[in-house]
């Protein structure tokens, strides 16, 4: 099987696996026991908290696990827009957000919050005079993603956050696609929130963090024990924790030779398409965007039907959001970006990963014309 869908998840590093497996076994032990065992998964905890946020460039006291990038969306989105009502029901947010971000602030729009939704260019880039434009003295929140997970373009929070801090709104990103793909520095970014996930940078699924910047006000969303100083109750993922932590440590430490790589095969794949097959679009930024992500449109054919040919030769992509697939509906991240609908139907996301190698590629332009003439001849969109 060739993997070519790193942005839907991705396989566990055999590191981290090895680093988390004794935390299932012997050292099963709660952190908020007294016994020594327990003491020191306490103390382990710490120390990766530690790690995280030196990786990311803030304080330890200023990161908690979760479960995940979606729970960590939803602290960030539900929990500061909640507790800093009083100083206005404002909230700004773009359309390509992740459905972590996007049905969070729905959740808001139906109980009280207003919601404006910043338009983006046809790369997906978030317009900054509209963003600008749409600040009231209300806002108290705007949520704008770093990487976007279907088409991979990046936005500038850099400038984003300096409206921000100028307007004193609180800033949230959700960095799940960046994290270990990108250089993060939560100061150099300017935000005040960050949401990150394990399962997205080798680690494994149902662990997450998220950075709050010291004084920001928030409520938590998961109500119970004391556990992250009471702002997520529930015994700590241990497992998860180590694993993530490890995750993190590794991925940081070889971004550029990653990231080299996996651009070069990236770009091999979009050569081969563009030579091998008529009728393609590039979607999401020809630059600013994450080294393993490719995004194309075959005009005149379903994704779907591409996708389920693909895989009967071994090679797993998606079409662009594990969440929508099923259905014919053009992404909403391709329709803000002003695709017709009649292109964005016909969209296959592949997203190199770390094992993939020139072989893949070759495999995937060796069978990926074929389908797609084939599907062609057959379509009533080509007549
Ligand atoms: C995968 C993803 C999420 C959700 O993270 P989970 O850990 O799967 O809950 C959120 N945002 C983006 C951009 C993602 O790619």
Redesign the pocket.
Same mark, same amino acid.
């Given at each position: 099987m060739i993997y070519l869908d790193h942005?839907a998840t991705t396989p566990v590093d055999p590191q981290v696996l090895k680093e988390m497996l004794p935390y299932f076994s012997e050292r099963y032990h709660n952190p908020s026991s007294v016994c020594s065992k327990s003491q020191e998964n306490r103390e382990l905890i710490e120390t990766i908290r530690h790690s995280i946020a030196s990786i990311l460039g803030a304080h330890e006291d200023e990161i908690f696990f979760t479960s +995940? +990038?979606?729970e960590s !969306?939803n602290l960030a989105i539900k929990g500061v827009a909640l507790r800093n009502r009083d100083k206005g029901n404002h909230i700004i947010t773009s359309g390509i957000e %992740?459905p972590?971000v996007l049905e969070a602030v729905k959740y808001l729009g139906e109980n009280g919050f207003r919601v404006d939704y910043v338009p983006v260019d046809r790369y997906g880039i978030v317009d900054l005079e509209a963003l600008e434009m749409n600040i009231r003295k209300d806002t108290v929140l705007i949520s704008i993603?770093h990487a976007n997970?279907e088409v991979g373009t990046i936005q500038p929070l850099e400038e984003i956050s300096k409206t921000a801090r100028r307007e004193g709104i609180i800033f949230h990103t !959700?960095a799940?696609?960046s994290v270990g793909k990108l250089p993060i520095n939560v100061d150099r970014l300017g935000v005040d929130l960050l949401s990150l996930?394990g %399962?997205?940078l080798y680690g494994p699924k149902g662990i +997450?963090a998220i950075y709050i910047r010291r004084g920001i006000e928030f409520y938590p969303i998961i109500h119970g024990g004391h556990q992250e100083r009471s702002v997520r109750a529930g015994t700590e993922n241990v497992p998860g924790i180590v694993g993530l932590g490890k995750a993190l440590e590794l991925a940081v430490k070889n971004i550029e030779e990653h990231n080299t790589i996996i651009k070069s095969l990236r770009d091999m794949l979009w050569d081969g398409i563009k030579k091998s097959i008529p009728d393609v679009v590039l979607n999401g930024h020809p630059e600013n965007r994450l080294a393993g992500t490719l995004n194309v449109s075959f005009r005149n054919i379903e994704g779907e039907a591409i996708l389920l040919a693909l895989d009967m030769a071994g090679i797993a992509a998606s079409s662009g959001s594990a969440c929508s697939s099923g259905s014919s509906v053009p992404s909403h991240v391709l329709s803000a970006m002003g695709l017709p609908p009649e292109v964005g139907r016909g969209t296959v996301r592949f997203s190199l990963g770390h094992q993939n190698t020139r072989e893949d590629i070759e495999k995937v332009l060796q069978v990926l014309p074929g389908i797609v003439q084939r599907l062609r001849a057959m379509s009533p969109l080509s007549q």
């Open positions: 942005n +995940g +990038g979606t !969306d %992740h972590a993603m997970n !959700d799940v696609q996930s %399962h997205k +997450g």
